[in-house]
């Protein structure tokens, strides 16, 4: 499937917000409104019942989250696929493109209920299909910007992300429809930057921390940063350690906290603006992980009786607990410290 072409009229697309001017950019992906469903307590969250909002966190910065995040973050629920936008006098520069086309056109919804200027760049923060499914509906003069180990990735595993996405958020959800799109901007380890036209705009690589190819990014007169997955959400919700490398995760997001003034503004992966110190409690946990899973592989101890004993009390209280806490992260940490 190729990506959808921009529409030649200056008319508004249905559902995709917006003002209708020779200026605005429209989506043949978006030409029908929003079907919401009912959450599926079956999958981690439910796309379709997701209602976006976005929140100017600065002049032109804009974060885009789950309109439930405030009341469920702190809750340990599961939220939807965090991003945002940043304006530009030449165009805006968008993070994430979701996981199917009703939260990819609620985003773009949002993008258009800000400004008329045409979305020039997306950035995905990594490899995973919420953050990027939503490509397959961009106009052709839309770039895809990722880091060079994500568009690898994607180009070798699409058919086990969509899989999993499918296990994981619905099998009736509308990914059936997504197909893979190369990326148009290659990110090395170097990292890349982009003007706008009176705001630049980076993207980061610090190495590891959910993926190979994490992007972090950054807007520095904003002082507000992105991390996608990297950090996934508030307070009491952890790390999920899907590739393992808990310990390079751990180095990184330490990194990235100290790279920040303490007045940033930092986007989760899944989640409402924060401050950084909200991210001691993913590195904290990293850390208490970390050290009970060598303990329990100092002591001898089998995996199952490495679960039982690295509970963590402390960090406790997000619904998906059991499985990213026993059935991810200690094994992962587990079998790569049992070598």
Same mark, same amino acid.
């Given at each position: 499937m190729q990506r959808f072409s921009p529409v030649l009229l200056a008319l508004l697309v249905a559902g995709?917000?917006?003002?209708?001017? !020779?200026? %605005?950019? %429209?989506?043949?992906?978006?030409?029908?409104?929003?079907?919401?469903?009912?959450?599926?307590?079956?999958?981690? /969250?439910?796309?379709?019942?997701?209602?976006?909002?976005s929140e100017e966190l600065a002049p032109g910065v804009f974060a885009i989250y789950d309109r439930d995040a405030a009341e469920h973050g702190p809750a340990g629920i599961p939220l939807a696929t965090s991003g945002g936008f940043v304006v530009g006098e030449d165009g805006v520069l968008m993070v994430e493109s979701m996981i199917n086309r009703q939260l990819f056109c609620q985003a773009v919804a949002l993008v258009q209920a800000e400004t008329d200027r045409p979305i020039r760049y997306v950035v995905n923060t990594s490899s995973h299909g919420d953050h990027t499914f939503g490509n397959v509906f961009l106009p052709d003069d839309v770039e895809v910007v990722q880091h060079e180990q994500t568009a690898d990735y994607i180009a070798a595993n699409f058919d086990e992300d969509v899989a999993f996405m499918e296990a994981n958020f619905g099998a009736d959800q509308g990914i059936d429809e997504i197909e893979p799109v190369a990326a148009d901007i290659r990110v090395s380890d170097d990292g890349w930057s982009v003007d706008l036209g009176g705001v630049t705009v980076e993207a980061r690589h610090y190495g590891f921390a959910q993926t190979p190819?994490?992007?972090?990014?950054?807007?520095?007169?904003?002082?507000?940063? /992105?991390?996608?997955?990297?950090?996934?959400?508030? !307070? =009491?919700?952890?790390?999920?350690?899907?590739?393992?490398?808990?310990?390079?995760?751990?180095?990184?997001?330490?990194?990235? #906290?100290?790279?920040? =003034?303490?007045?940033?503004?930092?986007?989760?992966?899944?989640?409402?603006?924060?401050?950084?110190?909200?991210?001691?409690?993913?590195?904290?946990?990293?850390?208490?992980?970390?050290?009970?899973?060598?303990?329990?592989?100092?002591?001898?101890?089998?995996?199952?009786? %490495?679960?039982?004993?690295?509970?963590?009390?402390?960090? #406790?209280?997000?619904?998906?607990?059991?499985?990213?806490?026993? #059935?991810?992260?200690?094994?992962?940490?587990?079998?790569?410290?049992? #070598?």
């Open positions: 995709c917000g917006g003002s209708a001017t !020779e200026a %605005t950019q %429209t989506f043949r992906a978006c030409d029908g409104a929003p079907s919401f469903v009912e959450p599926n307590p079956a999958y981690a /969250w439910t796309p379709n019942a997701i209602r976006l909002v190819g994490d992007l972090f990014v950054y807007v520095p007169d904003a002082k507000v940063l /992105w991390t996608g997955n990297a950090f996934v959400t508030e !307070e =009491p919700g952890i790390p999920w350690l899907l590739a393992g490398n808990g310990a390079a995760a751990e180095v990184t997001l330490t990194a990235v #906290q100290a790279s920040l =003034p303490s007045d940033a503004i930092v986007v989760p992966g899944h989640g409402r603006p924060l401050a950084p110190a909200a991210m001691d409690f993913s590195i904290g946990y990293l850390r208490a992980m970390i050290a009970g899973v060598q303990t329990a592989v100092d002591d001898g101890l089998d995996l199952e009786a %490495t679960v039982a004993a690295v509970d963590l009390p402390d960090y #406790q209280g997000y619904r998906l607990w059991d499985w990213i806490h026993k #059935q991810v992260n200690v094994p992962n940490t587990y079998a790569e410290l049992n #070598q």
